[in-house]
């Protein structure tokens, strides 16, 4: 979780966090992908909880489509921004705000159940073992509520790859022992991170959420510390994103990403059959990334492999 050495580092990247994620092109096509996601599992009217709000962005477009959010972080400066985001977009009355992180969810006691969950880039990746947070967050939502998870990977070969091309070994082996990473892509501030892979999260979850549905994202696309690569090589990119468009959503590349981006599912009674590779149906020629994931998700799944 994060430290009292890691907390400043929040603090002080809440004033640019916006304009640092917004103009990295990765970011961009990821949190597209993620709101969508979301927009698509969660209902307006629902009671939602978010662990790890940053700014807010998510909450904000979550509201404006009618939920109601709870919306957690570590960092006061960050929940301040998030307040302030909420009440330009006219929705405050559906933003509410708690400091809290994503280790401290034993904390948010005398609530009614939420109706779903979710924690969107890196929140889950200050904590050494989901275990504890899966247990928690299993007392704070409905059976039968959803949770959408994105969390950075443990195995990318794409990194391994790229570090292993330029010589840099310890790098390209950094998610296996954790490491130093940016808080937000382009900013100096850092925390010590951890990298989760699917199979972690199934053990974690499974006596009390049901995996749906995985995708890696992104997958073969460059991730966001190599964004001058989408600007560079435009055309690199769009062949790259059909292909990832196809393959990040179906097993086995769906577990090689740089972040997973799950949705599971709150059950009364857990079922160990229900976790494992999934295999979704192609959608429809043309769709975009955002759309062709909404779609996916829209299928239902014919069989668990």
């Not at 794409?158 to 382009?186: K, N, Y």
């Not at 501030?189 to 749906?212: D, I, K, N």
Request: with cysteine; net charge positive.
């Amino acid at each position: 979780m994060p430290t009292e050495r890691d907390l400043p580092a929040f603090e002080r990247a809440a004033a640019t966090y916006d304009a640092e994620t917004c103009s990295n092109p990765a970011m961009a096509y990821m949190r597209a992908i993620s709101l969508a996601t979301l927009e698509h599992v969660f209902a307006p009217g629902q009671r939602l909880l978010e662990i790890g709000c940053g700014t807010g962005q998510e909450a904000v477009a979550l509201a404006q489509r009618g939920c109601h959010v709870l919306a957690t972080d570590t960092s006061p400066a960050m929940l301040a921004q998030a307040q302030t985001k909420a009440q330009a977009a006219g929705v405050a009355g559906r933003v509410h705000t708690q400091l809290a992180s994503a280790a401290e969810l034993a904390s948010l006691t005398g609530l009614p159940l939420f109706d779903g969950a979710y924690s969107s880039f890196g929140p889950l990746n200050a904590l050494p073992n989901l275990a504890p947070f899966m247990a928690a967050l299993a007392t704070l939502v409905r059976p039968g509520g959803a949770v959408v998870l994105s969390v950075m990977n443990r195995c990318y070969p794409l990194e391994i790859g790229w570090f292993l091309a330029h010589g840099q070994v310890r790098q390209a082996l950094r998610r296996w022992r954790g490491a130093l990473a940016s808080v937000s892509t382009g900013s100096p501030e850092q925390m010590w991170t951890y990298y989760h892979s699917v199979r972690a999260m199934r053990r974690a979850a499974r006596p009390w959420f049901a995996l749906r549905w995985c995708r890696a994202l992104p997958l073969l696309l460059p991730p966001p510390y190599l964004a001058d690569v989408w600007g560079a090589h435009p055309w690199l990119v769009a062949q790259l994103r059909v292909i990832e468009e196809r393959l990040a959503p179906h097993w086995p590349w769906n577990r090689l990403g740089d972040h997973w981006l799950v949705e599971l599912e709150r059950t009364a009674v857990a079922s160990s059959r229900l976790f494992g590779g999934i295999r979704q149906e192609r959608p429809a020629k043309g769709l975009t990334s955002e759309e062709r994931s909404a779609s996916i998700l829209a299928q239902g799944h014919e069989r668990l492999m």
